[in-house]
């Protein structure tokens, strides 16, 4: 089966600009993730989507950072204004209803000048 | 609330050796756990899981990890290390769906 989808792989924008990021996990995967990944440190949850509806955002700065999953498949993550703070690598993962495993996409890295 | 400790940061060790890579945890419920292994420019790749029974889990390229609920710790062991093991691992533990991550332990091997 075709994995979890990213893109893009890498962007570099300068501060204050905005930047986004898509997701299209895998078929039938109904719950999915974005994870934000600082050099050096784990991944951190940032929003979990059970098919279009939001199960937790509780890390997810909402001040700057806005995610959608139109439809219950793709995803998009944005952000608005960047920080110099938001450099990292985004993750998506999706996951099957009933199971407990998660599937990672390759990742998106940001950097922000 | 779940958290995972991964005491050590990086570790270097030759091929052939054998090698642990601790990991503990905290949760106020049961939990499952989880190793996944991230090569460079890679995103996340499982390498075993504990959801129940056993407590010694067999995952891929070799790697194990043992299940200990008394003293909250789940390390991963390999017996015989690869040059093709260097990359960066991470522990996890997932409540109610919810998947926490330690900060990491990146294995160097070296010839």
């Given at each position: 089966?075709?994995?979890?989808?990213?893109?893009?792989?890498?962007?570099?924008?300068?501060?204050?600009?905005?930047?986004?990021?898509?997701?299209?996990?895998?078929?039938?995967?109904?719950?999915?993730?974005?994870?934000?990944?600082?050099?050096?440190?784990?991944?951190?949850?940032?929003?979990?989507?059970?098919?279009?509806?939001?199960?937790?955002?509780?890390?997810?700065?909402?001040?700057?950072?806005?995610?959608?999953?139109?439809?219950?498949?793709?995803?998009?993550?944005?952000?608005?204004?960047?920080?110099?703070?938001?450099?990292?690598?985004?993750l998506?993962?999706?996951?099957?209803?009933?199971?407990n495993?998660?599937?990672?996409?390759?990742?998106?890295?940001?950097?922000?000048? | 609330?779940?958290?995972?400790?991964?005491?050590?940061?990086?570790?270097?060790?030759?091929?052939?050796?054998?090698?642990?890579?601790?990991?503990?945890?905290?949760?106020?419920?049961?939990?499952?756990?989880?190793?996944?292994?991230q090569?460079?420019?890679?995103?996340?790749?499982?390498?075993?899981?504990?959801?129940?029974?056993?407590?010694?889990?067999?995952?891929?390229?070799?790697?194990?990890?043992?299940?200990?609920?008394?003293?909250?710790?789940?390390?991963?062991?390999?017996?015989?290390?690869?040059?093709?093991?260097?990359?960066?691992?991470?522990?996890?533990v997932?409540e109610?769906?919810?998947?926490?991550?330690?900060?990491?332990?990146?294995l160097?091997?070296?010839?």
């Amino acid at each position: 089966e075709a994995g979890v989808a990213q893109s893009p792989r890498y962007k570099i924008i300068e501060k204050r600009q905005s930047v986004a990021f898509w997701c299209n996990p895998i078929s039938g995967h109904a719950t999915l993730y974005w994870y934000q990944q600082i050099l050096g440190q784990g991944p951190k949850l940032l929003i979990q989507f059970q098919n279009n509806g939001v199960v937790d955002d509780s890390q997810l700065p909402k001040d700057r950072f806005s995610a959608e999953r139109l439809k219950g498949v793709d995803s998009t993550l944005k952000i608005q204004p960047a920080k110099l703070e938001d450099s990292a690598v985004y993750l998506c993962a999706s996951r099957p209803s009933g199971a407990n495993v998660l599937t990672f996409g390759a990742g998106s890295r940001l950097t922000v000048l | 609330a779940q958290s995972v400790t991964q005491l050590d940061s990086q570790v270097p060790v030759f091929e052939e050796a054998p090698v642990e890579l601790r990991c503990n945890y905290s949760s106020s419920v049961s939990v499952y756990l989880f190793w996944y292994v991230q090569y460079p420019n890679q995103g996340l790749q499982l390498l075993l899981k504990y959801l129940s029974g056993s407590t010694l889990v067999k995952g891929i390229n070799g790697f194990e990890a043992e299940f200990n609920k008394s003293q909250t710790s789940f390390h991963l062991r390999k017996p015989s290390v690869h040059i093709s093991d260097t990359a960066e691992y991470f522990c996890a533990v997932a409540e109610r769906n919810k998947l926490t991550f330690g900060t990491g332990t990146q294995l160097k091997v070296e010839l």
